[in-house]
């Protein structure tokens, strides 16, 4: 008998998006998009030429997965004060990305900055994409823009209604940039299980910042129920093979721009020598 949406095979799903051990997802950086602080009223399409660009280079380097996403937009503001002109240059951009992904079938992921679940599955899906990370999936903490509040229940809902079930849900579990003290009382397994329990697919584990790596403890930990484990942050050559063990894959953004800073452009030659590496430790190329 098929499986039902809930009791779904969590690691089969994430196997199914990425084909690859250890799979490595580049954060693609847009350009501050209509509506933010520092949007100068450059004409989407220069915003998206330095996307597809960039794209490109992860693409050539082989990586397995792309997360198209408005890092450019800071200071980031709560879901609700988020413009229909943010949403729409953004899903214009994401489906043109999406056309590049497609003809490598590499996986593509939305995350819309702060913690813009709703608005990410409905870019999702206009743009064809397969996955998106809501970094408060669940319960609530403080971070930079106030109080943020998981909504698991109203994403997935408006996820239904829209048809999207397909588009799967990478959660943070102990999100940087924030304070946990209102859940201090739960360990980091309970926690973990809150979000599995309200379905999340992919679990995500983070350092305190940008940049940051997790700690063993907080890999090991965070590993609950069948839900694969990712890497958010400070992965780098140099802690490749110490931290990349303990997790399913990672998601990889500071450490692949020029000088390892987010703001950077992109460093090609970094994204493969890196995956060089990747291939070589993990998946027994030479």
Known sequence: MESSAIYRDRSLSFESLFKVSKPIIATLHLQPLPGSAFYGGEPLSRILEVALKEVSFYLDAGIDGVIVENHGDVPFVKENAIGGETIAAMSVVASKVREVTR?????????????????????????????????????????????????????????????????????????????????????????????????????????????????????????????????GSGLRLDNLEEILTLADGAIVASYFKEEGVWQNPVAKSRVVAFMREVRRKFRGEK
């Open 103 to 231: 003809t490598r079938g590499t996986a593509m992921g939305i995350n819309v900055l702060a913690n813009a679940g709703q608005i990410a599955v409905s870019v999702a899906k206009a743009a064809g994409a397969d996955f998106v990370r809501v970094n408060e999936w669940v319960n609530g903490y403080v971070a930079n823009e106030g109080f943020v509040e998981g909504k698991a229940g109203e994403i997935l809902r408006h996820r239904s209604r829209i048809f999207a079930n397909d588009i799967k849900i990478f959660a943070d579990v102990h999100v940087k940039h924030g304070s946990h003290s209102i859940v201090a009382d739960r360990s980091l397994r309970e926690l973990s299980k809150d979000a599995t329990f309200f379905c999340a697919d992919v679990l995500i584990a983070t350092g305190s910042r940008t940049g940051d790596p997790p700690t063993a403890e907080e890999l090991q930990g965070i590993r609950v129920d069948d839900a694969p484990v990712v890497i």
